[in-house]
């Protein structure tokens, strides 16, 4: 079963803790607000400018998509304190979502596992709400995300969400693009716009929310890099997650840009379980110390193959 | 007992919740078994975050 040390999983063990120590995007600590604040109604959403960037540029990146006709969206995780809320990540919809171009539903599968990566690092981040786009000029939402979100919001830490609607409308530009704020509650950056809103339950409408911005990260970035695998091993990984209590995510360098990396610590000092998700496929490595060896499991759904993997290491502990 | 000394993270996560105790009355979790730090409750569980995921609508 063991095939050895290779020069490959050296260097895989090498990028994983380059990762591990950061560069900014999956890893690293981050020193978040430490002091919560009684929730009052929202009166702000604050974003992080990384996090305005990932939603303009993304957006703009669907419309020129073969499927840019189609509405788009995202989850938004962050800190709900106070009179606002502090949106620190960025779900995408998924490449999987189910959208045309009068509706879109997320792939809340690999959102699910986004969150739990994403939360590995501050279990304060909660759901704080959503935002999505119209193919038209509705800077509101429509009626029929009334209906969806006003039952949706009791989900919520304080029982009110944010919602961000995103529309194309925008003045055409002349000049270097720059992000403007026509409104408090809506941002321009060239003809996109997004317009911020609140709902608490029992509302019987959106209220527009103004929006800042502040300096700071979207801590699920680099996840978006490998969210077609994220996408492809979801269902899989959620069970893993919910059956083992020691699962961790990381993005590592792949042999075709980012991979996926999940490890699970074993009973024995300094010993792991690692697995190496590229591709759409999946390379198991036994870790023990500073050394990985390759692993051979038989093909399958993934939380099999980890399975069938634990027994065979522990047939030879 | 494990007496090794915290790392950063443990750190500032223990810094910030005894300020949260002094200044917000917030409470500090403690593990039963050992006494050890065990987090705020600020912490938010795995569940309630994916189940509002989970059941986000169809949006129009």
């Known amino acids: 079963m063991f095939q050895g040390l290779t020069g490959h999983a050296r260097r895989l063990l090498r990028s994983m803790r380059r990762s591990l120590l950061g560069d900014g995007r999956a890893a690293g600590p981050t020193c978040l607000p430490h002091l919560p604040q009684p929730l009052k109604r929202l009166s702000r959403v604050v974003l992080t400018d990384e996090v305005d960037r990932t939603l303009f540029r993304e957006y703009a990146s669907h419309r020129m998509s073969a499927r840019g006709a189609e509405e788009i969206g995202w989850v938004l995780l962050g800190i709900r304190e106070g009179d606002h809320g502090l949106v620190l990540a960025t779900l995408p919809a998924g490449a999987q979502r189910n959208a045309g171009v009068a509706h879109v539903e997320f792939n809340s599968s690999a959102q699910a596992l986004g969150s739990r990566i994403v939360r590995q690092r501050d279990k304060r981040l909660t759901t704080l709400g959503v935002v999505h786009t119209h193919p038209g000029s509705l800077r509101h939402p429509s009626d029929g995300d009334f209906e969806g979100d006003s039952a949706w919001v009791s989900n919520l830490r304080g029982g009110e969400g944010i919602f961000g609607i995103g529309t194309a409308d925008g003045p055409e530009g002349n000049g270097v693009l720059i992000g403007r704020q026509p409104q408090a509650h809506i941002q321009a950056f060239g003809r996109l716009l997004l317009s911020w809103y609140a709902l608490a339950e029992g509302d019987r409408q959106y209220r527009p929310l103004n929006v800042e911005l502040t300096l700071g990260p979207d801590l699920a970035l680099g996840l978006h890099d490998v969210w077609r695998t994220v996408e492809a091993f979801a269902e899989p990984l959620e069970r893993l997650c919910r059956q083992q209590a020691a699962v961790t995510f990381d993005i590592v360098p792949g042999s075709q840009g980012a991979a996926f990396a999940v490890c699970m610590k074993l009973a024995e000092p300094d010993t792991a379980l690692r697995i190496i998700v590229e591709s759409g496929e999946a390379a198991f490595y036994w870790q023990r110390g500073q050394e990985m060896f390759a692993i051979d499991v038989p093909a399958g759904p993934l939380d099999r193959s980890v399975y069938l993997a634990l027994a065979e290491l522990a047939e030879k502990a | ?60």
């Open chain 2, 1 to 60: 007992m494990d007496f090794r000394p915290l790392n950063d993270t443990e750190r500032r996560q223990l810094i910030g919740a005894l300020r949260g105790n002094a200044e917000s009355n917030l409470a500090i979790l403690m593990d039963r078994r050992t006494t050890t730090f065990a987090g705020t409750t600020e912490e938010i569980t795995d569940d309630e975050v994916i189940t509002a995921i989970r059941s986000v609508p169809c949006h129009y």
